[in-house]
Nanobody, 126 residues
Framework: QVQLVESGGGLVQAGGSLRLSCAAS????????MGWFRQAPGKEREFVAA????????HYSDSVKGRFTISRDNAKNTVYLQMNSLKPEDTAVYYC???????????????????WGQGTQVTVSS
């Protein structure tokens, strides 16, 4: 089992940057595929980015491709989401998620994850 805690959210102007972190506690972080999702008010939670156990594979939603970068540091039990060129439509609560998977698997569906953090708010002003 793994526990996830997100940090790094806040208020930023359009065009700015933020880096989210998700610290995992528990055993064998390197056995978990990781993902980031977001949920805006009145909308369903949606996929943002995912990374495989070994960082060999990543995947992004079309809405963030080229602006966001997911990475992980298995030695620090942490996954990151670097967000650049932020837009007001990126405003949401951002969640990280984890699931035990094979070495090269990325998971892009909500149903594919068993473990979730509590979320961190990102607000982008115009």
């Amino acid at each position: 089992q793994v526990q996830l805690v997100e940090s790094g959210g806040g208020l930023v102007q359009a065009g700015g940057s933020l880096r989210l972190s998700c610290a995992a506690s528990g055993r064998a972080f390197s056995n978990y595929a990781m993902g980031w999702f977001r949920q805006a008010p009145g909308k369903e939670r949606e996929f943002v980015a995912a990374i495989s156990r070994s960082s060999s594979s990543t995947h992004y939603s079309d809405s963030v491709k080229g602006r966001f970068t997911i990475s992980r540091d298995n030695a620090k039990n942490t996954v990151y989401l670097q967000m650049n060129s932020l837009k007001p439509e990126d405003t949401a609560v951002y969640y990280c998620a984890a699931d035990r998977r094979g070495p090269w698997v990325v998971v892009t569906s909500l149903e594919g994850y068993n473990y979730w953090g509590q979320g961190t708010q990102v607000t982008v002003s115009s």
